[in-house]
């Protein structure tokens, strides 16, 4: 993540100023932070200046190919995670392009959503590679992060094998968090998965059901939830920044 923000920040680098514009807007909209380029030479210039956490790169550029960005950027080993934009979707494309170090392939046309769902995953991914403080999930649908432990089938949580009552919503935003844990969540990403659209601009109610939560976990323990100023809330063990 960039020294200087709080959101993960997200390079996209394509030719097309469309798509780099759809999804520069849907990605400040979930709450990260945006840069573009618009070919390989300035797009390798803005991940060597930026260090942006992931790259979203499309493969067919004017000036050199996408897999040779990538190509470029492991050879520097710069480990950035890199979602490739392509209209090619051949089985021998794809091979190529993770082989050079790309980590996803995503064709053109696509869904937005998805697009952002992927990014979020990778970025977790990222991030329990680097801290190791991401929660597991077991074939019984039990989410387990440090001494929380929450049933998705029966619904029910526990903390330090004490039994906890929370509200469905609770229920979802606990969820939520632990799905993303050690990812900082703005409030829009929080009220989209939680609430629905209908809720949207409300963001009031997010602060209102995290001090519920807080309330219910922290007699048991250290404080897990964690406020990011001007962002929104982490999922956390407190060393694990």
Same mark, same amino acid.
């Given at each position: 993540?960039?020294?200087?923000?709080?959101?993960?920040?997200?390079?996209?680098?394509?030719?097309?100023?469309?798509?780099?514009?759809?999804?520069?807007?849907?990605?400040?909209?979930?709450?990260?932070?945006?840069?573009?380029?618009?070919?390989?030479?300035?797009?390798?210039?803005?991940?060597?200046?930026?260090?942006?956490?992931?790259?979203?790169?499309?493969?067919?550029?004017?000036?050199?190919?996408?897999?040779?960005?990538?190509?470029?950027?492991?050879?520097?080993?710069?480990?950035?995670?890199?979602?490739?934009?392509?209209?090619?979707?051949?089985?021998?494309?794809?091979?190529?392009?993770?082989?050079?170090? !790309?980590? +996803? $392939?995503?064709?053109?046309?696509?869904? =937005? @959503?998805?697009? #952002?769902?992927?990014? *979020?995953?990778? &970025?977790?991914?990222?991030?329990?590679?680097?801290?190791?403080?991401?929660?597991?999930?077991?074939?019984?649908?039990?989410?387990?992060?440090?001494?929380?432990?929450?049933?998705?089938?029966?619904?029910?949580?526990?903390?330090?094998?004490?039994?906890?009552?929370?509200?469905?919503?609770?229920?979802?935003?606990?969820?939520?968090?632990?799905?993303?844990?050690?990812?900082?969540?703005?409030?829009?990403?929080?009220?989209?998965?939680?609430? !629905?659209? +209908? $809720?949207?601009?409300?963001?009031?109610? =997010? @602060?209102?059901? #995290?001090?519920?939560? *807080?309330?219910? &976990?922290?007699?048991?323990?250290?404080?897990?939830?964690?406020?990011?100023?001007?962002?929104?809330?982490?999922?956390?063990?407190?060393?694990?920044?």
């Amino acid at each position: 993540m960039s020294e200087t923000s709080t959101q993960p920040h997200v390079l996209v680098i394509d030719d097309e100023p469309n798509i780099r514009d759809l999804v520069q807007a849907a990605l400040r909209f979930h709450g990260f932070e945006v840069s573009t380029a618009a070919d390989g030479r300035e797009g390798l210039a803005r991940a060597h200046d930026a260090r942006p956490d992931l790259i979203v790169l499309d493969v067919l550029l004017p000036d050199i190919s996408g897999f040779d960005v990538c190509k470029r950027l492991r050879a520097a080993d710069d480990d950035v995670p890199v979602i490739y934009l392509t209209a090619r979707d051949t089985p021998s494309d794809t091979v190529t392009g993770l082989s050079l170090g !790309g980590d +996803d $392939y995503v064709t053109k046309p696509f869904s =937005v @959503e998805a697009l #952002v769902a992927r990014i *979020r995953a990778l &970025l977790r991914r990222a991030r329990r590679d680097d801290h190791g403080a991401s929660a597991t999930r077991d074939d019984d649908g039990v989410l387990r992060f440090a001494d929380l432990e929450l049933n998705e089938r029966t619904w029910t949580v526990r903390r330090g094998g004490v039994p906890l009552e929370l509200s469905p919503t609770e229920f979802r935003l606990l969820s939520f968090l632990m799905s993303n844990a050690g990812q900082v969540l703005s409030r829009a990403q929080m009220l989209e998965n939680v609430w !629905g659209w +209908d $809720y949207a601009g409300q963001s009031q109610i =997010v @602060e209102t059901y #995290v001090s519920y939560l *807080r309330r219910k &976990l922290d007699p048991l323990g250290p404080s897990l939830i964690h406020t990011q100023r001007g962002v929104g809330y982490a999922l956390r063990l407190e060393d694990s920044r």
